[in-house]
């Protein structure tokens, strides 16, 4: 089993930058791709980014290209997603899931199986 729990989140202005974090505990495989995903209210779940094992392949949403950058780092089981220009769009409960399938670097939710409980990001204008 793995445990995923997010943090970074908060109250920010627009413009602004947060720098989320997940960390891996548990059963844990260095070789899991890793993805953000976030979901306003009343919203549907959108995909963020994400991230292979190594950090050599990632993938962003439209709404977050050129603002938003996933990183890995293996040796403390942790991943990060640094936001930059927040927008008040950009206002969610932001998830990361883990992939157990290192070949797969997956843009939909149902591509991933452990999910982390959430960290809620507020983006004022």
């Known amino acids: 089993q793995v445990q995923l729990v997010e943090s970074g989140g908060g109250l920010v202005q627009a413009g602004g930058s947060l720098r989320l974090s997940c960390a891996r505990s548990?059963?844990?495989?260095?070789?899991?791709?890793m993805g953000w995903f976030r979901q306003g209210l009343h919203k549907e779940i959108e995909f963020v980014a994400a991230?292979?094992?190594?950090?050599?392949?990632?993938y962003y949403g439209d709404s977050v290209k050129g603002r938003f950058t996933a990183s890995t780092d293996n040796t403390k089981n942790t991943v990060y997603l640094q936001m930059n220009s927040l927008k008040p769009e950009d206002t969610a409960a932001y998830y990361c899931?883990?992939?157990?399938?290192?070949?797969?670097?997956?843009?939909?939710?149902?591509?991933?199986?452990?999910w982390g409980p959430g960290t809620q990001v507020i983006v004022s204008s």
């Open positions: 899931a883990a992939d157990p399938n290192p070949w797969r670097v997956g843009v939909r939710s149902n591509d991933y199986r452990y």
């Open positions: 548990g059963r844990t495989f260095s070789t899991y791709t």
């Open positions: 991230i292979n094992w190594n950090g050599s392949t990632t």
